[in-house]
């Protein structure tokens, strides 16, 4: 059964509050898609969504629905969290997410036994929920550095996989890790990563699996991720590494009087380590409206990826491990098992009584938008590869479309993620169209964007120092007053393409939280800033960003 094609026309049965801001209905796509049952959970025997071949100037992307998602969730395949399968997935069911990633911790225990015992679950839970796009994925221990999300598209090799990679790659596995005796032997970890991800890319190409795709997890906690190792990354394998969370997960670690009076958005509490970048300043391991340093900080390090004319995408996600406010707790160990030997952690009790926790359930606070043209798992991975992902927090838009294009084309223009090429001196338009949030939010709050941020940059093609973390020229060039606008609304927004190559990218908040940017006021006037430790309520600073259109400019 090949993935459902969306049609050009919106599904009459739902109401103007059902439809994206291009006129496609989400909810009858999803509806169509369940018709199909578990056909569409299984998979297609379609190829993976390439990014569309436009030849020649202009573009003309094809209307996208936006599937919302969380690439990092855990369970008791975890050794550090406590949810079922079921508590998850009923959780982000609540809260409207139809696809989601299990990304459980490496180590012996799982790849021993967690990873098949795992993979049962989901297939059943796969043909139970056929409506909802369930990966398996694996928390990878890069050597030398921290986290990544590493998943795949279902098929018969998707935990051998994940179980070959673990073994063979993982950082904490090998002892190549922060903290480990290995760590000090840099440059083999280092190249250990790289040739972890070209392994990956390689049995994508062996037709192994039909997909796989890593992100990396909270790339400045711990200070590790250094500017080098990131681009090494990504040029490893620019289809397989495709990006960084832009937020982290941990979002509810500082709510007022819940944790600790030093808790910050994102357990982003740690200081420099003999392993740290020592490159970063201090600041960079705070989060800014909630959002890593990397993505907060307008001409910082993600900036400095993009003017190289390379798409990096952002994501963001719950991590959840332990909800804040929830009253389950571990189970206990029967006599003689443990994680190492089992792979699984008892299932958790209910205690009625508030548990310590830092996360919000998947869905409830953090969504992650990536725009399909077809309903399915590597429909979901083709549009997380093209770069048509936008972001937001505490559910404060209810759709964004973004497109780039020509004023003397009449097609649609280029998306998020995309390439549009113009001549040098022609007039192109940004068309931003917004839906506003039309529901009471899971805190009970309406919420209101109060503006909307247009940032360039120019490209400049590959960097000679790769540790560089600025690019000097992009900066706030607009920001758009939108309060008191409801419903859906385009932003029309003149462009002119000067001498250089450029990219645009946008960032909007509520307003209630912002100031002078990291690098100033002339490159960020009214951008996110860090809270005072343990006065953090994310639900009272919430904003959107959303991945590049790029534009090049030919003489």
Not at 348 to 355: E, F, G, K, L
Not at 377 to 385: H, K, N, Q
């Amino acid at each position: 059964m090949n993935e459902q094609q969306l049609p050009s026309w919106a599904d009459p049965s739902v109401s103007p509050t059902d439809l994206d801001a291009q006129g496609v209905s989400r909810r009858g796509l999803l509806r169509r898609a369940g018709l199909f049952g578990a056909a569409f959970a299984l998979g297609s025997a379609t190829p993976a969504l390439a990014a569309p071949s436009r030849p020649g100037f202009g573009g003309d992307d094809p209307r996208l629905a936006y599937l919302v998602g969380d690439h990092h969730v855990h369970s008791v395949y975890s050794h550090d969290a406590k949810y079922t399968f079921s508590q998850q997935a009923k959780a982000a069911a609540k809260y409207g997410l139809d696809w989601m990633v299990f990304n459980e911790h490496s180590n012996f225990g799982h790849a021993d036994y967690g990873a098949k015992l795992e993979h049962a679950e989901i297939v059943k839970a796969r043909s139970e929920n056929p409506r909802q796009l369930i990966f398996q994925g694996l928390e990878w221990y890069i050597p030398a550095a921290e986290h990544c999300t590493v998943f795949a598209a279902p098929g018969p090799h998707e935990t051998d996989l994940l179980t070959q990679f673990e073994l063979a790659y993982d950082g904490k596995l090998l002892g190549y890790t922060e903290g480990s005796a290995g760590a000090t032997d840099t440059a083999r970890n280092e190249a250990h990563a790289v040739k972890a991800i070209k392994w990956l890319a390689e049995q994508r190409r062996s037709g192994y699996v039909d997909d796989v795709l890593v992100l990396a997890n909270h790339p400045l906690r711990l200070g590790i991720d250094s500017p080098h190792e990131m681009r090494g990354w990504r040029d490893a394998a620019p289809e397989i590494m495709i990006g960084m969370e832009g937020a982290p997960g941990a979002q509810g670690a500082a709510l007022p009087g819940w944790r600790s009076t030093t808790s910050i958005r994102g357990e982003y509490e740690n200081k420099p380590s003999a392993q740290s970048w020592a490159g970063y300043p201090a600041d960079a391991y705070l989060t800014y409206g909630g959002f890593d340093w990397a993505t907060a900080t307008v001409g910082g390090l993600w900036d400095s990826m993009l003017a190289e004319g390379s798409l990096f995408s952002i994501t963001t996600n719950s991590d959840n491990h332990r909800t804040v406010f929830d009253t389950w707790k571990n189970g206990d160990w029967p006599a003689g098992q443990n994680f190492d030997n089992t792979g699984k952690l008892p299932d958790p009790v209910n205690t009625d009584t508030a548990q310590p926790g830092s996360d919000f359930w998947p869905g409830q606070f953090s969504r992650t938008h990536v725009g399909v043209t077809r309903y399915g798992y590597r429909a979901v991975m083709a549009g997380m590869r093209a770069g048509r992902v936008w972001v937001d927090h505490g559910h404060l838009l209810d759709g964004l479309d973004v497109r780039v294009k020509r004023d003397c084309d009449s097609g649609r223009g280029v998306t998020l993620g995309g390439r549009l090429r113009v001549r040098k001196g022609e007039r192109i338009t940004l068309y931003v169209t917004v839906t506003s949030a039309s529901r009471p939010n899971p805190q009970g709050i309406l919420p209101e964007l109060a503006h909307v941020d247009v940032i360039r940059g120019s490209v400049r093609g590959p960097v000679a120092d790769r540790d560089s973390w600025r690019a000097p020229d992009t900066k706030v060039v607009q920001t758009k007053d939108v309060s008191g606008r409801k419903g859906t609304y385009t932003l029309r927004i003149p462009l002119t393409a000067g001498d250089e190559s450029f990219y645009v990218r946008l960032r909007g908040s509520d307003g209630k939280r912002n100031g002078t940017g990291y690098l100033g006021a002339s490159v960020d006037p009214h951008g996110p800033i860090p809270h005072e430790p343990g006065n953090g309520d994310p639900w009272a600073d919430t904003w959107f960003y959303s991945n590049p259109v790029f534009v090049d400019v030919t003489g």
